[in-house]
């Protein structure tokens, strides 16, 4: 018995060491980036985009776990603008816009930590005329802690949040060119 404890302890130190080590030399910060053009105006494009109560039919979290709770609080199109969710698939979480310039820009600030200060932020870039938009969506991580380091580089998180941007976006055209 006391064997199989001192192997499993040391398997677990070794693998403990390895991924303190795999969290040294992973960045530090990613940022993920993804565009789609879309047959409509900046303005349509931006106001859907600038209020919360519009994501559940594009969003691709939302649209993963239909039994998610979302609350909205403010005037959408400004900042201060924020929605609250619970879900216990996609987990709990908070957005507000932060900053913006109206039909061309927007930055909202995103939290999906117990932690109220570990935000990271998205924004979002409209550039076209009456017929066409380019729609670019972006995310910075921000300084990551040190222990997640490691998670964000094994789970391949840059890669992964651009799957779910470019079927946000695609969904978003969807939405949008309907109108």
Same mark, same amino acid.
């Given at each position: 018995?006391?064997?199989?404890?001192?192997?499993?302890?040391?398997? $677990?130190?070794? $693998?403990?060491?390895?991924?303190?080590?795999?969290?040294?030399?992973?960045?530090?910060?990613?940022?993920?980036?993804?565009?789609?053009?879309? %047959?409509?105006?900046? *303005?349509?494009?931006?106001?859907?985009?600038?209020?919360?109560?519009?994501?559940?039919?594009?969003?691709?979290?939302?649209?993963? *776990?239909?039994?998610?709770?979302?609350?909205?609080?403010?005037?959408?199109?400004?900042?201060?603008?924020?929605?609250?969710?619970?879900?216990?698939?996609?987990? *709990?979480?908070?957005?507000?816009?932060?900053?913006?310039?109206?039909?061309?820009?927007?930055?909202?600030?995103?939290?999906?930590?117990? /932690?109220?200060?570990?935000?990271?932020?998205?924004?979002?870039?409209?550039?076209?005329?009456?017929?066409?938009?380019?729609?670019?969506?972006?995310? /910075?991580?921000?300084?990551?802690?040190?222990?997640?380091?490691?998670?964000?580089?094994?789970? /391949?998180?840059?890669?992964?949040?651009?799957?779910?941007? /470019?079927?946000?976006? %695609?969904?978003?055209?969807?939405?949008?060119?309907?109108?």
């Amino acid at each position: 018995m006391k064997k199989y404890f001192k192997i499993a302890g040391l398997t $677990f130190t070794t $693998f403990a060491i390895i991924y303190l080590v795999v969290c040294f030399f992973a960045p530090h910060s990613f940022k993920a980036e993804k565009s789609i053009t879309i %047959n409509k105006s900046p *303005d349509l494009i931006y106001s859907t985009v600038s209020d919360f109560s519009t994501w559940p039919s594009w969003s691709p979290w939302q649209k993963s *776990d239909t039994m998610i709770v979302s609350e909205y609080v403010g005037t959408p199109g400004t900042i201060g603008h924020k929605t609250s969710w619970k879900s216990k698939k996609e987990g *709990d979480g908070t957005q507000e816009i932060i900053a913006l310039a109206p039909n061309e820009y927007i930055k909202t600030g995103i939290n999906v930590s117990p /932690d109220p200060s570990s935000m990271f932020f998205s924004e979002w870039y409209f550039t076209g005329d009456s017929l066409q938009t380019t729609v670019t969506w972006t995310m /910075d991580s921000g300084t990551m802690p040190f222990l997640l380091r490691g998670a964000a580089l094994l789970f /391949d998180m840059k890669s992964t949040m651009e799957t779910y941007y /470019d079927r946000g976006l %695609n969904d978003l055209k969807k939405v949008v060119e309907e109108k």
